[in-house]
């Protein structure tokens, strides 16, 4: 990845769709910027020992966060089977090796977020989810905007302290 890619600037007055999936948008826009400039090599380092976290496994652990709340649990798409991980390794979309690229998992986590538009297009906050996660059986779509500006929220917070640990580099 050579160039910063455009962020979405969320507004101060919108109304409340418009300003979840703004503050969604800028979020999924600044883990991407964590990663330019960096080859694979780079976004496979690990942050600090004993931690294995990378750039890497972040941006392919929210390939799986997408896959799971907006189409296993919003749509109920329940063939929609794992990425990266599975029962024997729940960590593993975390996990990189030599032959994890950012080409491959970049364009997965962006056709899982084309995915995500696509099942909450149309569909009102309030709209239930067709699947469940863990014992709810039921979100609405409100409670899962929320939950994926946290759960990104929370992890661009590891991405900048990662991409300082790398080659200094702060903001974006």
Request: aromatic content about 8%; charged content about 30%; hydrophobic content about 35%.
């Amino acid at each position: 990845m050579t160039t910063n890619p455009e962020r979405t600037i969320p507004p101060t007055t919108a109304g409340e769709r418009a300003m979840l999936e703004s503050w969604l948008d800028f979020h999924r826009e600044t883990l991407a910027r964590k990663c330019v400039g960096l080859d694979d090599k780079r976004l496979r380092e690990a942050s600090a020992p004993p931690s294995a976290l990378t750039l890497l496994g972040l941006v392919r652990h929210m390939a799986e966060v997408e896959r799971h709340w907006f189409r296993r649990v919003l749509a109920g798409e329940q063939e929609a089977g794992r990425i990266y991980y599975d029962e024997a390794d729940k960590d593993g979309d975390f996990r990189v090796s030599e032959s994890d690229t950012w080409e491959e998992a970049h364009a997965t986590w962006q056709a899982e977020i084309a995915r995500a538009r696509e099942n909450a297009a149309g569909r009102s906050l309030d709209d239930l989810s067709a699947g469940g996660h863990r014992d709810i059986e039921s979100f609405n779509l409100r409670w899962i905007y929320v939950h994926m500006i946290e759960e990104y929220a929370r992890h661009n917070g590891h991405a900048d302290l990662i991409r300082e640990r790398i080659d200094g580099a702060t903001g974006f």
